[in-house]
T-cell receptor, first 117, second 110 residues
Framework: GAVVSQHPSRVICKSGTSVKIECRSL??????MFWYRQFPKQSLMLMAT?????????EQGVEKDKFLINHASLTLSTLTVTSAHPEDSSFYIC?????????????FGPGTRLTVT | EDKVVQSPLSLVVHEGDTVTLNCSYE??????LLWYKQEKKAPTFLFML????IEKKSGRLSSILDKKELFSILNITATQTGDSAVYLC??????????FGGGTRLMVKP
């Protein structure tokens, strides 16, 4: 089956610094990747849709200058949390859509737990 | 604003019981309803429903969609401890984007 990886799995950073999270599709080419945020005991909130070679589409209320998304290749999308604050601490999950697969079927990465101190 | 609501929020049952999880949705440009199981990390795909009234089955799990009532249910029969997880439903809208519900936390006791 399709596999999506994320790196790092866990990161702790100081307030004011920037953190980059990578999302890779390992055995398929993903023209579209999605970034979600999940707070404890809450559901996944879609932050943005990342399309290879074009600008990401951000959901309402998500600051595009704070959460920089780059989808430079068909297998890699990155999310950079800039000038991180403690309230950015959360579980960030990416997913990728296999264009050869069924519509709306997304494969999720294992997530990255970000803690901002 | 799109909204997906799941109930109950949490459920505790014993092995062998049957459970029904509910999902109602209001999603603009709705295309499909998806169910996921989330144990510790990444959600894993269970079902995708696009047509009303057609039940999808996978082992002890089954699901059905009612597009008139904007509602879906996920049934799990003969529950096992390994079914303990958070079950998420999501409404798929145009552009392949998903709006997730808050999830139902299921705990199956031996």
């Amino acid at each position: 089956g399709a596999v999506v990886s994320q790196h790092p799995s866990r990161v702790i950073c100081k307030s004011g610094t920037s953190v980059k999270i990578e999302c890779r599709s390992l055995d398929f080419q993903a023209t579209t990747m999605f970034w979600y945020r999940q707070f404890p005991k809450q559901s996944l909130m879609l932050m943005a849709t990342s399309n290879e070679g074009s600008k990401a589409t951000y959901e309402q209320g998500v600051e595009k200058d704070k959460f920089l998304i780059n989808h430079a290749s068909l297998t890699l999308s990155t999310l950079t949390v800039t000038s991180a604050h403690p309230e950015d601490s959360s579980f960030y999950i990416c997913s990728a859509r296999d264009p050869q697969g069924a519509a709306y079927e997304q494969y999720f990465g294992p997530g990255t737990r970000l803690t901002v101190t | 604003e799109d909204k997906v609501v799941q109930s109950p929020l949490s459920l505790v049952v014993h092995e062998g019981d049957t459970v029904t999880l509910n999902c109602s949705y209001e999603v603009t440009n709705f295309r499909s309803l998806l169910w996921y199981k989330q144990e510790k990390k990444a959600p894993t795909f269970l079902f995708m429903l696009t047509s009303s009234g057609i039940e999808k089955k996978s082992g002890r799990l089954s699901s059905i969609l009612d597009k008139k009532e904007l509602f879906s249910i996920l049934n799990i029969t003969a529950t096992q401890t390994g079914d303990s997880a958070v079950y998420l439903c999501a409404g798929g809208r145009a552009g392949n984007m998903l709006t997730f519900g808050g999830g139902t936390r299921l705990m199956v006791k031996p």
